[in-house]
């Protein structure tokens, strides 16, 4: 029975707490694209094995087509 006289102090403190005194300040010019990073900077090296990686990855999907392809017209379908 304690606690039903403290429950609407407890909410009424609660929304008090989450509420805002002032409003948000307004959105600033439309965000600008990132700027492309510069060919030489601590991640180039990182940057240019992924870019080799994704290149063997494209070399090795095309060899995987064209072998399916050969199976397929081998099997007549």
Do not use: W
């Not at 403190?13 to 601590?42: D, K, M, R, Y």
């Not at 991640?43 to 399916?68: G, N, P």
Request: aromatic share 6%; hydrophobic share 35%.
């Amino acid at each position: 029975m304690k606690y039903v006289n403290f429950l609407p102090f407890l909410l009424a403190s609660g929304l008090a707490a989450c509420g805002s005194s002032e409003p948000p300040p307004p959105p600033t010019a439309a965000a600008q694209p990132a700027q492309p990073l510069p060919n030489s900077n601590v991640f180039s090296s990182d940057i240019r094995a992924l870019q080799k990686a994704k290149d063997v990855q494209k070399t090795v999907d095309q060899q995987k087509a064209d072998t399916d392809k050969q199976l397929q017209d081998a099997e007549g379908h």
